[in-house]
């Protein structure tokens, strides 16, 4: 809103009520000088120049106003910008008038006051009374503005709103991915004679990936470490049905782990990556998962250079382990402290083999458009998600989350002190 | 009554392989992970009957029967597959959802007798012509048939494909004319 470098093209309306005030002040200017001094065309003028300036001086400080994001301030801080402005502005065309009138003095003008306190007076008052003028003119800008706003979110909120409810279900209808379920529970039943105690394990995590299913609505964000969580119980399920046709590795930066995700966001991908990649495969299918903060001040290649250390970090490694021993309390150690900037974003890539090109053909793309529209409910263009062929044999989904103090939740595991920030609050940033 | 387990998941083909201990008429002759496994384990064992899971990598089953030219007896196994069965003609096919349920199982298998083959007895080599008795599988897109061949009132040629007329339906199929009437029982 404040980077827009054209204002927008105002309404009709808007151009009826700056020739109607200024026209109507034209009017009153012309009618009550009547009685002061005489008649004549090049007073009239003047008082057009003045009208003609006023449209002119007000729709630049319209442009300005609309450029500087003036209409989000809060009253206190919007207004002595306001009455500022408009001191200047009332200066300004004063000296316009001024100007035109000396240049074209209007014939047997009654500006008799020769002594320079009169003179002043004078101007002062010219000043006062454009300053009014222009006061008004702030209040109807202002006043339509913030009622037109104060509209166009309640429709925002009513949209986002529905399609919330409306991403809800189709959730829980996509989201619950009744293949994976019935043909799980179908190799469970030969694992339970075949290997008793793994099908016990399975039964465990197949049970808290439902549960985390479940309950993914009732939060709007969850800690990575968590989504990872269920990530990884599903993809242990997974390599009980894919055996040794599925391998799996991760890159994970540890200090990604405790920012926030929408729940299921990374679990979609994986899904996804499983359904159209391995499964799909004849031979043998892969898939990687990378989570790492990119756009940091402090210690940009620190991270970065971690994950990569193969010694450190071999590709089956649990992320648990990985994660630092002293969690970081968020009172302490805020975004800024990490080295997060504004530009800092939190970037999880899912790899699997395959090609777009086969998998486009069997796509509903329901997950992928209702991971989405959550992404845009929850955090505007801030965040995105794109598919795409990384290279050749490899498709990549890549999800780009806002790093931010408001949502950054600085609790490792299963945190209940995280903080949650609503969505509606988070719409109308 | 020779068997052919295709699932592209080992567990599942050994769960069905359990369940079937329980049905000592039905003798597994092999096991196929995936569509080109299948096609040379059928030609090659010659069962009567395949189990045939619809999601597999590559080919999926139905694509796999569509191309067989003499497919043996079919039960369909499928974890979720709502769309794909609701393409079919049901009163044809049998299918088994997994985890698949002792009792339809031996239920599906009851009716593959009932349909006059009879499980417990050695029945010859299926014949390379089709009697009017016979059932073919037909594919055209989404949609499958499993169809009698006595219901079938007209074939007629579109180039190298052909189109199949029966009960209302006209599906196109990527065989020629020609390569039909050599199959059929003249």
Known sequence: MTDQTQPPRPPAAYWWCQVGGWGGILLVNISTSQGFVTPSWRLASGYVVLSVFGILLTHGFRAYLLRHGWIDLPIRRLLPRVVTTNFLLAIILVAIVVLYFVAVPPSGHAYTARTRV?????????????????????????????????????????????????????????????????NCLNSLRALVVENPVRAQEAITQLAAILRYHLQSGERALVPLAEELETVEQYLALELIRFEDRLTIERVLDPCALPFLVPPL??????????????????????????ARLTGRTGHPERSAAESKDPAELPGSVIYSERFPETPRDPSTSPPAALGM?????????????????????????????????????????????ELREAEPGWVEARLILPVETGVAAVTPFGGTSFRSPDVSSSLRS | ?????????RLARSELRRLLRAHPEIEIVGEAANATQAEEKIKSLQPELIFLDVQMPGRTGFELLAELVDAPRVIFTTAYDQYALKAFDFGALDYLLKPIEPVRLARALARLVAGGVDPGRATPAPSDTLGENDQVFLKDGERCWLVRVSDIRLLESEGNYARVYFAGNRPLIPRTLQSLESRLDP
């Open chain 1, 265 to 290: 966001a990374l679990q979609t991908l994986v899904e996804n990556a499983i359904k159209y990649g391995v499964s799909r495969d004849v031979g043998e299918g892969a898939i990687h998962l990378s």
């Open chain 1, 341 to 385: 900037t504004e530009r800092s974003v939190l970037e999880i890539s899912v790899r699997n083999t395959g090609s777009l090109y086969a998998a486009s053909g069997q796509s509903t793309g329901l997950g992928l458009t209702n991971l989405r529209t959550r992404l845009r409910l929850l955090f505007g263009a801030r965040a995105s998600c």
């Open chain 2, 1 to 9: 009554m020779k068997a052919l387990v295709i699932d592209d998941e």
């Open chain 1, 118 to 182: 009169a003179v002043v007076a004078t101007l002062a008052i010219f000043i006062f009374n454009d300053f009014i003028i222009l006061t008004l003119w702030s209040g109807i800008y202002f006043g339509v503005a913030f009622s037109q706003r104060q509209r166009r979110m309640e429709i925002e909120r009513y949209q986002a709103q529905t399609a919330l409810a409306e991403a809800e279900l189709r959730g829980l209808k996509s989201q619950l991915n009744p293949h994976f379920f019935f």
